[in-house]
Every structure is written in structure tokens, then in C-alpha cells.
């Protein structure tokens, strides 16, 4: 879910740092989707579309701090770059994708298919990362499922391509897959592969199945940075009911959370005692 996103950002604004800008480097942007498509076609590269809005905050924090750094720059140039507005020459597009928070880039193929999305503001050194990865995946991709088909008792490679396949949002092939690692009790690592379709559920209007994945995430991990935005799935939907109570059990859950930095915390319980003075008037 990509409202997930911004809310763990407003918990956690005081964990955000990054670098200076630098004025020296610069990605240069396709002016239209029809041009990123012709030059992805000329050079085999793949499109990244921005999707922005002229009111997403964290659209400009990307703009200002994230994309003139230049790692980033160099990062980008592996991919045909192209900045789009949802709400006006992107909208189009931007339901192609389902696109339903800002910002989010997704990597697109040269024929225009899908390849992998993401969502939210990140960091620099995240944001590289993540960029790395998107081009690592599209080689990866058919290896992984060639090595997977020939040895699928091979549980470390099956994890990495589960990873793979839930990035890429390769829902069919990775059902079966999921369903092999549980039975080999592997269930604690694939907290982040069901993450990621508690997210597609909410995004495709799916509550129930929602809450299946986000709760299998809170029944297999430890971890603060998986329990999180776990928590934070089920308080979008409790708030999208209006259900205050609800929305207030969660929040008293993230509490509970282990290891939670103190800023997370103080974040959390400002939003309960928002939502007691609001409920109150």
C-alpha cells in the first residue's frame, strides 16, 4: 500500500538525513512519455517514470536533495528518465500502473511492460541501492527461474527468486513458491515478500486479504523496520472505516513494537493523542 509510506514517513521525519545537494550534476529528463519510449527503444535502457504532483512535498525533496546528487545522477543514467505529473499528462499512465501515492517511479521495459515500482521518498544511498537492484533483477529474472525449476529444494535460491518475484509483483509465479517455502518452515524470511502483497491487496481494494498478509508479517517477525509498516497497513484501513477505536488499537500495538527508536515512538504516540482530541470535540 502505498499510503503506508507516508504515513511511516510522518512517523519517523526525524529519522530522514540526507546529503547536501549538488549543483554540479544533473539528470537530463525526457519531456514525454512518447520521447522516453523512443529512446528506450533506440538504446535498449529502461524507462523510470517519475510520477509526481505539484502538491507532494516529498516529490520536491526528491527533486531538491535526492536527484542532482551524483551517484544518483550516475545511477540513473542506466535507465531512459522520465518525469510525469499524475494528475495532468501522466494521469493516463498513471492508472495504467496504478499508481495511487506520491512519488512513485516505476522501472518500465522498452515494449512498455512492467518491471518493478518504487514508492516513497528514499535517501540517496537507499535510492541507489534500489535502482542497482531494479537493473540486477532484470538479469536475474530468468536465471533464477532456470536454477529454481532444476533444484527447487534449493531454499536459498527459491528465497532469492520469491524476493525477486515480489518486487516485480509476479503474483502467479509466486504463489506456488511461497507456498513451498512455508512448508519447508522458511515463513520468518518471507516477511518482506508479504509485506508487499499486503500492500497490492490494499491498493486493489482488498481489506481482507490485506489483513491475511500484514498479520502473517506480525506472527513471523521480530523485526521493527517488517512490524512497522505492517501496523501501519492495518491503520490505514481502520482509518479508511473511520473506525477510531480500531485505529487507536493499532497504534497501542506499534507501541509494543521491540526496539522501536524513540522518535518512532514519540511520532506514535503524538498521532493517539491527536486522534483522542480530535474524537473528544
Known amino acids: 500500500m502505498r499510503a503506508r509510506v507516508s504515513l511511516a514517513l510522518a512517523v519517523g521525519l526525524a529519522l530522514t538525513a540526507v546529503g547536501p545537494s549538488q549543483a554540479s550534476a544533473k539528470t537530463t529528463w525526457q519531456s514525454s512519455w512518447s520521447s522516453a519510449r523512443a529512446a528506450s527503444t533506440k538504446s535498449g535502457r529502461p524507462i523510470?517514470?517519475?510520477?509526481?504532483?505539484?502538491?507532494?512535498?516529498?516529490c520536491?525533496?526528491?527533486?531538491?536533495?535526492?536527484?542532482?546528487?551524483?551517484?544518483?545522477?550516475k545511477a540513473l543514467g542506466q535507465f531512459v528518465p522520465v518525469k510525469l505529473d499524475a494528475e495532468h499528462e501522466g494521469k493516463g499512465?498513471?492508472?495504467?500502473?496504478?499508481?495511487d501515492g506520491y512519488p512513485t517511479l516505476v522501472v518500465v521495459a522498452p515494449n512498455g511492460e512492467f518491471v518493478e515500482r518504487i514508492v516513497g521518498y528514499h535517501p540517496a544511498d537507499d535510492f541507489v541501492?534500489?535502482?542497482?537492484?531494479a537493473v540486477s533483477d532484470n538479469t536475474d529474472y530468468p536465471i533464477l527461474k532456470a536454477k529454481v525449476a532444476a533444484n527447487p529444494t534449493d531454499i536459498a535460491t527459491s528465497l532469492k527468486f520469491a524476493n525477486l518475484l515480489a518486487r516485480r509483483e509476479k503474483d502467479k509465479e509466486l504463489m506456488p513458491l511461497l507456498t513451498s517455502l512455508e512448508a519447508a518452515n522458511e515463513a520468518p524470511k518471507l516477511a518482506d515478500i508479504?509485506?508487499?502483497?499486503?500492500?497490492?491487496?490494499?491498493?486493489n481494494n482488498q481489506p481482507t486479504q490485506a489483513t491475511t498478509?500484514?498479520?502473517?508479517?506480525?506472527?513471523?517477525?521480530?523485526?521493527?523496520?517488517?512490524l512497522l509498516p505492517a501496523h501501519m497497513g492495518l491503520l490505514q484501513m481502520e482509518m479508511a472505516k473511520r473506525d477510531v477505536g480500531g485505529a487507536i488499537a493499532e497504534l497501542q500495538s506499534m507501541l509494543d513494537i521491540p526496539n522501536l527508536p524513540k522518535a518512532e515512538k514519540a511520532g506514535i504516540q503524538s498521532m493517539i493523542d491527536q486522534i483522542n482530541a480530535s474524537a473528544s470535540q
Open 48 to 58: 523510470i517514470v517519475d510520477f509526481y504532483t505539484t502538491w507532494c512535498y516529498w
Open 60 to 73: 520536491k525533496k526528491l527533486d531538491s536533495d535526492v536527484y542532482p546528487q551524483p551517484k544518483v545522477v
Open 93 to 99: 499512465l498513471a492508472a495504467k500502473y496504478a499508481i
Open 129 to 133: 541501492q534500489t535502482l542497482h537492484l
Open 194 to 203: 508479504y509485506l508487499r502483497l499486503g500492500d497490492t491487496c490494499v491498493s
Open 213 to 226: 498478509w500484514y498479520d502473517k508479517v506480525i506472527n513471523v517477525s521480530t523485526n521493527a523496520k517488517q
